[in-house]
């Protein structure tokens, strides 16, 4: 019986930098890695690193050679879910919702766009391979026949709710949600916000502290 893994938000946050970092490491033909080496190339502290491994991982470490990469990949993909391909739809097709409707990249996350939903008469029609997008008032039936459980929420912060309470309806189970309007939900219902404006701000906090470093330096 596999394990229950309680992970933090901010382990959350890192998993997907050691992935990616691993696979660039199979690039270069290296087959097992330390601690060590990947704080050095992360810039995380050894701690913080072995504290995350050991969370993910499903073998120990072999002593002076550390754990080996294809298995951490594994493990972490395991852990992610991304191995478990989720049938999504997006709901809010203008620009926002289209570009992430074409985006090919989420089946690496586990994630299979398989439909969208508007409201315009001048989107509502259009075909995208093998994926379309419908009328969002056809969405009951649609879902179920999509065998979705996710929902992308894209359309303005006034429609979320709306949005939100019929998707839960036609049985979707995850929600992420571009609308920038917290949405109140069922407990069983999971929820990732994506925050724009807190995205923004940390940036721009970032880049006035940068200056700031800069005009101390005299440069």
């Known amino acids: 019986m596999e394990r229950e893994i309680k992970l933090t938000k901010n382990q959350l ?10 696979k660039k490491c199979l690039d270069t033909r290296l087959k097992y890695i330390n601690s060590s080496m990947i704080a050095s190339a992360l810039c995380f502290s050894e701690e913080q690193v072995r504290k ?4 993910i991982s499903s073998v120990n470490g072999i002593p002076n050679r550390g754990r080996e990469i294809t298995k951490l990949i594994a493990d972490i993909e395991r852990v992610l879910g991304f191995k478990n391909t989720n049938n999504a739809v997006i709901v809010g097709c203008g620009h926002l919702g289209l570009a992430l409707f074409n985006y090919n990249g989420f089946t690496e996350y586990g994630i ?6 508007d409201n315009d008469p001048n989107v509502i029609g259009k075909e995208f391979g093998d994926r379309k997008i419908y009328d969002v008032h056809r ?6 026949e999509l065998h979705a459980l996710i929902g992308i929420i894209t359309v303005p912060g006034e429609a979320a709710q709306s949005i939100a309470d019929d998707l839960i309806n036609c049985g979707i189970e995850a929600i992420w949600n571009f609308s920038g309007t917290k949405l109140n939900v069922p407990s069983n219902i999971i929820v990732s916000d994506v925050n724009m404006a807190i995205s923004l701000s940390e940036l721009s906090h970032k880049l006035y502290m940068q200056k700031l ?7």
């Open 213 to 219: 470093k800069e005009n101390s330096n005299g440069k």
């Open 112 to 117: 299979k766009i398989v439909g969208g939903f």
């Open 52 to 55: 995350d491994i050991q969370v």
């Open 13 to 22: 946050a890192r998993l997907p930098e050691y992935l990616t970092f691993f």
């Open 139 to 144: 969405m009951l039936g649609k879902i179920n």
